[in-house]
């Protein structure tokens, strides 16, 4: 049934200095001409706004208070908007917001350095204008804090860990801006034993070669140890299916971002082989047969990893170590430095094949199986890669096949779950290709799609568009994402991969009815902004034709393909560049299947919210809103009914 009111068009909260002019806006279509009076609420007390009754209100900044709407028709019926909150900043740096000022987030307070004592509570601040208001998020050490989506981040009692460097992203659909980043220091933190000064990984899988068989595993090895890493404290950065010259740069990258004190983790799934002790990584485009100058040296990188200072380099291979063309001459390596700081992992032993567990739709290296298992243990590196060991060691499916190696240096009992404690500013955020913020579309006819973003790997995004729920006028309405033309001529991922990754996105995000999703990977190859084209099919229901508009949306150079610029990365820099997503390759994936679960079978192969604590302090800014206050709010209004003054 056909409701009597429908509000087409919701007013928006904004958060403006004192004095700011703007307009409320709210829309709705209804059986019969319809009334609108506006109401707002300061201390809990709400009260209706004389001569407030059109569909706009007029509004200049004095004080923060909330705004609802009623519209009601001739015969009573009556709907309310959502509640929204005009925040007012009474205190404003000279000169905000500028003239030309269109509503993107102006930061107007940036958190502070602080130090405190473990087990005390930890509250950080920062505040930020925008039209509409922003919505926030807190990161540290450049990863995203799930929980901590309030300007106030509070922590009721700090933990060694807890200690890094913070800072916050306040975002609306007009942009991004970001806060000063500031170290965070947990007094006991010097008392440990041994700390980190920072942690970086670098993740790449290799699955789709050019000139040699595919694998599968890689796919969800990376996808699952970059998720483990996370929640160590490391900034990641996974990529899949690289070419020599991306390897080659990605490297160049991650060395750059090593210095004194650092946990530096290099994981490699892929094609690989081993030639008198040395170990070499085979890129996608590695020509058959290959030798080393097309293939790239892990001891080489290793041996630039030591010159950095670290205090723990940790390689973990899992790749095969067969020999393979014993004429080719070896690569020019100096030994390295007896600092006692490096493990390496082998996922198999000298001269031996690492394998593939497929049950599924997942495929698993038997090396990462168990590796995810012990990852997150309190304890030295090299015991927890026993542990695995031993684990491997009673598989049956690889009993006499694949027995892990282990080889370290390591004199002190380092672990990967040692606190970080930033020395000075830290370096620029590895790792921070987070998924863009969500937005939302308008098509001419009033239907609306929410575009969300989500990021699987450093290098392979999804794009999802949900269908919100149409106006009156419009039935049977689809949408559908189009492939850019800026992409036509680069080729497309084999069907086999994409299943895989699909698969990976189902897992992740099962709970999620999306209309229609595309997959962009590959952006490490991204150079210019890429265009997508939204078509909306529908009915119209006064004429029964069926009608397709059409709407495009600029998404920008992703943040990888400005990673894999050569600017350098060893400055310490905070200044994040807005990252969107780009796209080398599209699938059109409207249903996410996944294939019937099979039997497990062995091969050889390679070898993300709940609110955040808010407690009531003294603050000039005002604090979030109750939401069980405005429900109540809501409902007295319902009750009071049209024409009356008060609720």
């Known amino acids: 049934m056909q409701e009597a009111i429908v509000i087409t068009e919701q007013p928006v909260s904004v958060s403006v200095p004192v004095g700011y002019s703007f307009t409320l806006r709210c829309r709705a279509e209804g059986r019969t001409s319809l009334q609108y009076q506006w109401f707002c609420q300061h201390q809990s ?5 004389p001569g407030a009754t059109k569909q706009d209100l007029p509004v200049t900044a004095q004080q923060t208070q909330l705004y609802t709407c009623r519209i009601n028709d001739l015969y009573k019926n009556a709907i309310f908007s959502d509640w929204v909150k005009v925040e007012v900043h009474q205190c404003v740096a000279r000169g905000l917001p500028p003239r030309l000022w269109r509503g993107e987030p102006i930061i107007v307070l940036n958190p502070t350095k602080q130090r405190v004592e473990v087990g005390k509570p930890l509250q950080l601040q920062c505040a930020a204008m925008g039209v509409p208001a922003p919505s926030y998020q807190w990161y540290r050490n450049g990863n995203l804090l799930e929980h901590q989506k309030k300007k106030k981040l509070w922590i009721t009692h700090t933990k060694v860990s807890d200690s890094g460097t913070y800072l916050c992203c306040a975002s609306n659909s007009h942009g991004e801006h970001w806060t000063n980043a500031v170290d965070i220091h947990i007094d006991t933190c010097h008392s440990e034993k041994f700390f980190a000064t920072g942690k970086i990984a670098l993740l790449v899988g290799n699955n789709r070669y050019q000139h040699h068989p595919n694998l599968m595993a890689p796919v969800t090895d990376v996808f699952e140890l970059s998720l483990l890493l996370e929640q160590l404290g490391f900034q990641v950065v996974s990529l899949l299916d690289l070419n020599k010259a991306e390897m080659v740069t990605a ?7 090593l210095g004194k004190g650092v946990y ?4 490699y799934a892929g094609h690989g082989y081993e030639h008198s002790g040395r170990n070499y990584m085979v890129p996608v485009d590695a020509p058959q047969p290959y030798a080393p100058e097309n293939c790239i040296s892990v001891q ?7 010159q950095q200072q670290t205090a723990l380099n940790l390689i973990l291979l899992d790749t095969c170590r067969k020999w393979y063309n014993p004429e080719c001459a070896l690569s020019q390596v100096q030994p390295l430095e007896p600092w006692g700081n490096t493990v390496y992992g082998y996922a198999t032993s000298e001269d031996a094949e690492a394998y ?3 049950d ?5 290296g038997i090396f990462m199986k168990y590796l995810k298992k ?12 026993e542990d695995v060991l031993e684990d491997i060691g009673r598989d049956p499916l690889v009993t006499g096949k694949q027995v892990m190696e282990i080889k370290h240096t390591l004199k002190e009992a380092r672990s990967l779950t040692d606190p970080i404690c930033p020395l000075g500013a830290a370096a620029e955020r590895w790792g921070c290709g987070h998924e ?3 937005k939302m579309v308008t098509f001419p006819c009033g239907a609306q799609v929410e575009l969300r973003f989500h990021r699987l790997f450093s290098n392979v995004m999804y794009v999802c568009a949900k269908l919100q729920p149409p106006p009156t006028h419009v039935a049977d309405a689809c949408i559908l994402l189009c492939q850019p033309t800026e992409m036509d001529d680069v080729a497309i991922l084999k069907e086999s991969r994409l299943d895989q990754v699909e698969s990976l996105l189902a897992s992740v995000y099962k709970r999620e009815e999306l209309d229609c999703v595309i997959q962009l990977c590959g952006l490490q190859k991204i150079q210019t902004d890429v265009v997508l084209q939204l078509d909306l099919h529908y009915t119209q229901l006064s004429t029964k034709q069926r009608t397709c508009e059409s709407l495009q949306t600029a998404l920008q150079k992703s943040l990888l393909g400005q990673f894999f610029s050569q600017r350098n990365y060893s400055q310490p820099n905070y200044q994040r560049t807005p990252a969107c997503a780009g796209s080398v390759c599209l699938w059109d994936a409207s249903a996410l299947s996944t294939d019937p679960k099979g039997q497990a079978s062995l091969r050889t192969g390679s070898g993300h919210s709940l609110p955040s604590s808010n407690p009531s302090n003294s603050s000039s800014e005002p604090e979030e809103n109750d939401e069980s206050d405005l429900s109540e709010l809501c409902s007295a209004l319902l009750r009071a009914g049209p024409g009356q003054d008060y609720p």
């Open 300 to 306: 080489r990188i290793l041996q630039k990893m030591q």
């Open 356 to 358: 593939e567990l497929q």
């Open 45 to 49: 007390v709400c009260s209706q706004i």
């Open 374 to 385: 012990h990852i997150l243990q309190e304890k030295k590196v090299t015991h927890m890669l």
């Open 264 to 267: 530096a983790i290099f994981y």
């Open 251 to 257: 490297v160049s990258q991650f060395l750059q971002l």
């Open 360 to 364: 599924g739709e997942f495929s698993s």
């Open 436 to 438: 863009p913020v969500s």
